[in-house]
């Protein structure tokens, strides 16, 4: 029994240095700006950078157009799915987990070929058409994660009863998705919604490809050319990533409890 | 003179090739308290959903108060229901969970909230003390009251019960039952109670349809259900019943023969021929050991086994190849019967029913 707990103390150590010795390396390394002396110079200079700054409020501003849109099309899909068409599930789940399998740079290559000025949804003639294409590719990116985080959400009350018992006091469909499902569903939304913020946070290929001024690419050329500046950069975004992991674990102490089934 | 509220006529449904429930016919009255009685899959519950809109009947039409309600969606049917699951909406408190109904139909805030609480004080679930509650914060019971009160606010036409009380325990199954019927009693409202608890369903229905294989079996009160049943599905499902096999020796005189005993009994063996084999059935209480009066019939058997239940001993006795399960009450000053001693067991032959 002691030996296990040793084996097991051992196996914990090695994966806990495994990935934190490159961190606190980075950290190390993002300090060291300064000549003798740890600083925090490195990270003044990136956040005090306009291009950071404007790159940064681009793809918060790209993220939150991402998670209205993901929301508007995950939440109505995956209760009906489980309402109506359950035999459907197997198929929409793989639907949702292409973008898993097909790189992000064939995905936009597609764009770039389907949306082009010469095509009859000319999306690339524009910013604002750009804008929104890149928007839907963040969806189409995001969609795994929050397809999955919804659907966890969903399973966890008893849509169909819930949903006969709204209706049977009169409600309609926007009042039965608005009133009782999407409240009762909404930490998962949540958890979907921070983890597409970090994934459109970081995403490079496609904002690159379509020429957009989004964080990813900032963060690519600032690495290509600098030395210390990368690191304070990577340790920002560390944060920004694990600061919304955090803000789902808070708020999933919230979710409304399910006990809509008998005991 | 009759006054029906909810009439179901010639409704069919089908699943596919499946037929789930097949020319099911009942008229219900005004204020009355019906309960679908019957086993899984029987079809009680899909006639409920067909009532309440859930599901469309594939044929028939089904008619309230006048008005064909039939391709009417649930929202437009003014129809409370209670589900079996509570389906409380776990993001409301009480108070909104019950005022839900009355949001949605647009009533004004002071009148909705007077409404809540009338309707909390039904339930003896006080506004004041229960009304900030969310539903993970009541019991089953309370959960399940919650339900019928949020059912019963917007002032529904029609109340439909579906196996409300499955899923609380023994003691709160019962007193919640006799609360259901009380209420339904004050508001005379016209109530459908699904149930496969016999029990249940003869204790608070004016009447039962018990149901099999998607058809009415019989419909009747508890009295004529359990008393007359008018099929062999409705006397085995309804109550415990002793089954004896017969053959009629002389239909004329009304002779049987049971395990080489003869009984009379004339005037039961409507359409029976003579040489027919026939089953018996009589129910527990019908019978007692040794004669008794008032009973014209005897047979005599082996005691097989003796329960002691302490003010019921519950005694099987062999007769030919069949076993008969009577009640006696417990008598302190007499012991109770052995195990395999010879015995009489005796009944009236009126209470004897013929099944073919």
């Not at chain 2, 014209?296 to 005694?315: C, M, N, P, Y």
């Amino acid at each position: 029994m002691k030996t296990g707990r040793f084996w097991a103390w051992v196996t914990f150590i090695l994966g806990a240095a495994y990935f934190f010795i490159p961190l606190i390396a980075t950290v190390e390394f993002s300090m060291r700006m300064r000549r003798g002396a740890y600083s925090f110079d490195a990270y003044a200079i990136v956040l005090g950078d306009p291009r950071f700054q404007a790159t940064f409020g681009y793809s918060v501003v790209a993220a939150v157009f991402t998670i209205i849109l993901g929301v508007l099309i995950v939440v109505p899909t995956a209760y009906w799915i489980r309402l109506r068409l359950p035999h459907l599930r197997p198929i929409v789940e793989f639907i949702t987990l292409l973008p898993l399998v097909i790189p992000a740079i064939v995905i936009v290559f597609g764009y770039i070929r389907m949306y082009g000025s010469n095509s009859p949804l000319p999306f690339l003639a524009s910013n604002t058409g750009t804008n929104a294409l890149l928007v839907i590719g963040y969806a189409t990116l995001a969609l795994p994660y929050m397809y999955r985080a919804v659907d966890t959400g969903l399973r966890t009350i008893d849509v169909k009863t819930l949903t006969e018992a709204a209706q049977i006091l009169g409600a309609g469909w926007t009042t039965i998705i608005g009133k009782v499902i999407l409240p009762n569903v909404l930490i998962a939304v949540l958890s979907g919604a921070f983890l597409t913020f970090a994934i459109v946070l970081g995403e490079f290929t496609m904002a690159s490809l379509l020429n957009r001024p989004a964080f990813g690419p900032y963060l690519q050329n600032i690495g290509a050319n600098r030395a210390y500046e990368p690191a304070a950069l990577a340790i920002i975004a560390f944060v920004i990533t694990w600061g919304c992991m955090s803000v789902i674990q808070v708020l999933s102490r919230f979710a409304p409890k399910s006990s809509n089934r008998p005991n | 003179m009759s006054d029906t509220f909810l009439s179901i006529q010639n409704v069919r449904k089908s699943f596919g090739a499946v037929t789930v429930v097949d020319d099911f016919n009942l008229d219900i009255e005004r204020g009355e308290f019906v309960s679908f009685l019957g086993p899984s899959g029987c079809g009680k519950t899909t006639v409920l959903r067909m009532v309440a809109g859930f599901e469309d009947p594939t044929e028939g039409k089904i008619v309230v108060a006048g008005k064909d309600i039939t391709r009417l969606k649930p929202n437009q049917r003014n129809v409370g229901m209670v589900f079996q699951a509570y389906a409380l909406f776990p993001n409301l408190t009480v108070a909104q969970n019950v005022g839900f109904g009355l949001k949605i139909a647009g009533m004004a805030r002071a009148d909705a909230d007077k409404r809540v609480a009338e309707m909390l004080e039904l339930i003896k679930l006080p506004l004041a003390q229960f009304g900030d509650r969310y539903p993970y914060q009541l019991s089953g019971g309370q959960q399940q009251r919650v339900a019928l009160a949020r059912a019963l606010a917007p002032k529904p036409k029609l109340l439909l019960l579906d196996e409300p009380l499955s899923a609380l325990d023994a003691k709160v199954r019962v007193s919640l039952r006799d609360e259901i019927r009380m209420i339904q009693r004050e508001l005379g409202i016209t109530t459908i109670f699904v149930t496969h608890d016999q029990e249940e369903a003869l204790s608070i229905s004016d009447r039962i349809a018990v149901m099999y294989g998607g058809k009415a079996e019989q419909v009747g009160t508890p009295f004529e259900i359990y008393n007359r049943p008018a099929t062999k599905f409705v006397a085995n499902f309804v109550g415990t019943l002793n089954v004896l096999e017969g053959t009629v020796s002389d239909a004329a005189t009304g002779k049987v023969r049971v395990d080489a005993q003869e009984i009379g009994l004339k005037g039961k063996l409507n359409g029976s021929k003579s040489g027919e084999t026939i089953s018996l059935a009589l129910r527990p209480e019908a019978i007692t050991l040794g004669p008794r009066p008032g009973h014209d019939a005897s047979l005599t058997g082996e005691i097989h086994d003796v329960q002691f239940l302490g003010s019921v001993i519950r005694v099987r006795v062999g007769v030919g190849g069949s076993r008969v399960s009577l009640d006696t009450f417990n008598n302190p000053s007499s012991p109770p019967p052995q195990a395999g001693e010879k015995t009489t067991i005796s009944f009236a032959s009126n209470d004897v029913l013929v099944l073919h």
